[in-house]
């Protein structure tokens, strides 16, 4: 199994950037996903869910700012960022929900800066 992730980048406050996680040798629609984010100095934390049923849940701080989402004809699971501000900062990585170790990835480093 493998659940690449990419997308990220440098953007300003405000801005906004899509992140995809390509997963192979698995379908990502028969399982609960979710993204995660690691900032400097703290511990990794779950940002979005999304299970079979499309069902969807957010970190509090996210809320109305990111959206979770998955097209199963590309195997692959999205998370739409908008009004992105600086603590939003962190490397983001996809999972499975709950996170199975063996699966992290090198994830996508976010850099929200001026």
């Known amino acids: 199994v493998q659940l690449q992730a990419s997308g990220g980048g440098l953007v300003q406050p405000g801005g906004s950037l899509r992140l995809s996680c390509a997963a192979s040798g698995i379908i990502a629609s028969s399982t609960a996903m979710g993204w995660y984010r690691q900032a400097p100095g703290k511990q990794r934390e779950l940002v979005a869910r999304?299970?079979?049923?499309?069902?969807?849940n957010y970190l509090d701080s996210v809320k109305g700012r990111f959206t979770i989402s998955r097209d199963n004809t590309k195997n692959t699971v999205y998370l739409q960022m908008n009004s992105l501000k600086p603590e939003d900062t962190a490397v983001y990585y996809c999972n499975l929900d709950p996170a199975w170790p063996r699966y992290w990835g090198q994830g996508t480093l976010v850099t929200v800066s001026s």
């Open positions: 999304i299970n079979t049923f499309r069902r969807t």
